[in-house]
């Protein structure tokens, strides 16, 4: 299942009993703090969710499918996210 920012902060408007204006902000306000964090290279732990952290790939050569050449591919650091465990 997709859900867009839009749904998100409409599904929390209607089931908390506030504007679309507050649950935007609301939304914002938990998505820049987990950009904050993990861009400052903590892992964002929410317990019974997930885990949010950000994750280094060393510089490497792949092939291009089509011609079969080398090509160089640089290193990049990228946000990573590990579903908790479901309860039982």
Known sequence: MTVSKGKLIDDLAETQGMT?????ACVDALLNL???GAAAGEK???QGFG???MKTRAARTGR?????LPVDIPASTTMTFKAAKPKA
């Not at 679309?20 to 935007?24: M, Q, T, V």
């Not at 291009?64 to 079969?68: A, E, F, K, S, V």
């Open 34 to 36: 987990i950009r904050g």
């Open 20 to 24: 679309k204006a507050a649950a935007g």
């Open 64 to 68: 291009n499918p089509q011609t079969g």
């Open 44 to 46: 964002v732990i929410i």
């Open 51 to 53: 885990t949010f952290e």
